[in-house]
């Protein structure tokens, strides 16, 4: 069974439970230091419906919180204690975890109120006007003081001997029978053993936390009102033995794949080399300059981090030692020949390293190594190996990294930082190659470590901060620091188990350059007056009011949803299976009851009142958003069902998915179209170097796999196509067969026309529905020119599902030519506008495609019997 699958049966298990998630009380707002994202919210709320519940006590005393790393667990964690004291009248928390360090990290997190990690107010916890103190304890208090939150952090290890080797004024399982205790366990995976049922395959460490995990659940049992609360980005759910134990109690999952999605993470970008490791480090070290100038060219203070990565802490240590010797030792000479040398090796111009190499090509070299010899020195170093390292002092160094006042640039360590290391400024990881291993092992624990790595950096940029990736679709050269670059060592094996590794763990990667396709204009289309002197035609818009949306049309939102269900069988074999599922349909109406349309729009919290109140003005009420015509009363839901199941026998749950997915789409088109611009028919000109210009394209190398050919984007060669205007075409498998289809009639075209020219629009020209808010991007442009006027043709492949969905697009394109209303504000020329039937690749629809392409740009009698719309002014 796939973890997407299990998943899927955990979420569904939890949503059918959650039918009224609640508000976070404001409480813990205020008394967060932190604001929360939207996940950590849901997150609570989530704990929060669970422990409304009569059957708290009984179904949901233990709770899982499967989160990814970097997610922000420990604020949750910090809000669950608030409301669990509050809410609960619990008073007595213990925390334990598997390392020492993070029970430093934690401490600092929870206690320290000097600490810029601390997650409480600054200026204290403040209930109900009463100021909570949060006192640290070894032992909990017979008589507790009103008021206040007893702590105790502690390691599983040190919890499980304190308890079963009892000493006198310790901690004992009697003096915790009559206690209400919340346990908080961090890193949770490590109290599993007990559930792994084949005790041959037990390591000699798993064997001891057996022992670990039968001490937390005896503990859980000592009281009914006792709370256990578990926290990890890390849970093998393909293991049965563990589904079966957390499939009803992970309370809330936002794993690694959805966190980067989301972009709360940087990217992730892998570096091969042959380089030796004393080469790799000094490049390491220029890359991480390079992030510290092109920051501070932008105003913006960073302290790039680079870990050096090892097997062995002889290696780490030696590693370490020929690092620091480098830097002391780096010449002028030394660094023009490493410059030079990097240029001539890497010419792609999408590649990291031809970009430093090309900064440093124009920097001072004289600066540049009093720079680094300052920067990278034995002071601004830890290495995480060395036996003095378990230090109170470098434990503070290590959980500061981002501190202005602290001075580390670079780290070597070998297996201490896997876990529970909170690093926001780390931008490079170098696998030192001497001594380095290609096992699954060693690759998982690698990819653990870029997980943690992968935690975005904020900084303030045209004075807004941000949490969230910004640049994905710019070539900003700010793009380095948003980027984690890992240093791999180029070994197929290696590279072979480190990708398993990775999309095991659902981090996505890029490859250095090879993830970048290019188009560029021909430098012979920059000649032509189109290029230097023409313009492209693009409707007018105007404001829009709260006036203007009455309802789901003026959000470009359709109320007849159509959409495919996957059976089991599909979704375990894929639908190229040759099964009787998977080769034959048929569509069916879901019949979306009252209570249905509640219970998915409880669990969605764009859907509560306050806020749809923002976004569509006109309701007066939920009631009203479910009941009207305007909007869900008039919703009708169209699922594609394989033969052998009707509708009617999905489960609740699937039912309830299917109408969760129409609300989401619904979201996303009413956030992205309220109080936007309506298309006028008035349409002007705009220079044609403003708008088309060259571009590029990034795709993931990871988690890339797509079904059908029309979905893989690929690059095609038209240097040899004078009609096309870049020198490659960046498309997927349907754009192309357009592409072959207008080659196809080129011949024909330029007999009839003087110029003629395919333009691919990537992100630039925007068209509007006139009267509406409703807009998009055609793909193509085609340009005809004869000796009477210009013709701009819109041109846009859609794939044959999409057709009932887009249809609006087509009637627009369509309109161009026959609404008497539009006008075309030209200066000095005639410019008739034209729309072509979508291409698909169903034979009906392109067979239309054709008739209407031939119509409308080959046959003389209909393009002179069309209106021409123009005002020459």
Known sequence: MSNEILHARIETRFNDIFEKPPEVPQYIYDNLSHEMR????????????????????????????????????????????????????????IFFVDSDAIIRKTYENL????????LFNQEGIVVDGLRIPIQVVDVFPASPADNTIYLKLTTIHKLHADLNNPKENGLTYDSLEDMKLVLLADEAHH?????????????????????????????????QANRLLEFTATIDLTNDSLFDKYQDKIVYQYDLRRFMEDRYSKNVVLLQTNEEDDQKMLHAMLLSQYRK??????????????????????????????????????????????????????????????????????????????????????????????????????????????ESDNPIRTIFAVAKLNEGWDVLNLFDIVRISEGATHTKTTTDSEAQLIGRGARYYPFVQDNQNSYQRRYDLSDSKLKVIETLHYHTINESAY??????????????????????????????????????????????????????????????????????????????????????????????????????????????????????????????????????????????????????????????????????????????????????????????????????????????????????MNEVVKTRNMRDHDWYIYDQAIVNGLESNMIDFINDYMEQLQQK??????????????IVEIGSTRGFMPDFLLYLKDTECTYQVFLEPKGEHLHTQDKWKEDFLMSLSTNPDIEV????????????????????????????????????EAIVSSNLFSINE
């Open 495 to 708: 590279i072979n188990n480190l990708t398993k590794s990775l999309e095991a763990a659902n981090i996505q990667i890029k490859e250095d350059g090879a993830s970048r396709l290019e188009a560029k204009i021909k430098s012979k289309f920059k000649k032509s007056d189109l290029f230097k002197n023409g313009k492209i035609y693009i409707n007018k818009v105007i404001p829009t009011t709260s006036a203007d949306y009455q309802s789901f049309k003026d959000y470009n939102v359709s109320s007849f949803f159509e959409m495919s269900f996957e059976s089991s069988i599909e979704k375990q074999f894929g639908t190229d299976a040759e099964t009787e599922s998977s080769t034959q349909r048929r569509e069916e109406k879901l019949h979306v009851t009252r209570s249905l349309l509640q219970k998915a729009i409880q669990r969605n919290t764009f859907y509560r009142y306050n806020n749809l109140k923002e976004y569509i003005p006109s309701i007066t009420s939920v009631k009203e958003f479910i009941e009207s015509d305007k909007f869900l009363g008039s919703l009708v839901i169209q699922v594609s069902v394989p033969s052998g199941l009707t509708v009617n026998e999905l489960a609740p749950e699937q039912k309830l998915s299917i109408v969760e997915k129409f609300l989401s789409q619904a979201e996303n088109n009413i956030r992205l179209n309220f109080m936007k611009v309506r298309g006028t028919p008035y349409f002007e000109g705009v220079m044609f170097t403003e708008l088309i210009k060259d571009y590029f394209i990034e795709i993931n190398q990871v988690q890339s796999r797509v079904k059908t």
């Open 38 to 93: 939207p996940y950590q919210e849901q997150a609570l709320r989530q704990l929060i419906y669970t422990q409304q519940s009569d059957a708290a006590d009984i179904s949901f005393n233990h709770l899982l919180f499967h989160m990814a790393t970097g997610s922000g667990k420990t604020l949750v964690l910090a809000g669950s204690i608030l409301y669990l004291f509050k809410e609960k009248g619990h008073q007595n928390f």
């Open 111 to 118: 206690t320290n109120t000097a600490s810029s990690k601390y």
């Open 825 to 860: 504000l030209s200066e000095n020329e005639e410019i008739r506008l034209l729309g072509i039937r979508f291409y698909s690749g169903d034979k009906e629809y392109k067979q239309k495609f054709k008739e209407d392409f031939r119509e409308k740009l080959l046959d003389e």
């Open 293 to 402: 100038y092109i920051a501070k060219d932008n105003g913006i203070d960073l302290k790039p981090i680079i870990l050096f990565k090892s097997n062995k802490i002889a290696t780490s240590l030696n590693a370490n030692n020929k690092f620091i010797a480098m830097v002391e030792n780096l010449s002028i000479t030394q660094l023009k020949k490493s410059i030079e040398h990097g240029l001539a090796v890497y010419q792609n111009a999408a590649s990291i390293w031809r970009k430093v190499f090309r900064y440093y090509e124009d920097k001072d070299l004289i600066q540049l190594v009093q720079d680094l010899q300052w920067d990278f020195t034995s002071e601004t170093t830890l290495n995480a190996n060395d036996s003095s390292f378990i230090s109170e002092s470098n434990a503070i160094l290590l959980n500061s990294l981002e």
């Open 191 to 223: 109290i599993n053993a007990l559930t792994k049922k084949d005790k041959k395959k037990l390591t000699t460490k798993e064997a001891g936390e057996r022992t670990w995990e039968s001490t937390v659940n005896r503990i859980l049992r000592l009281n």
């Open 753 to 766: 026309y003087e110029e003629v020219y395919l333009i691919r629009n990537e992100r630039k020209v925007k």
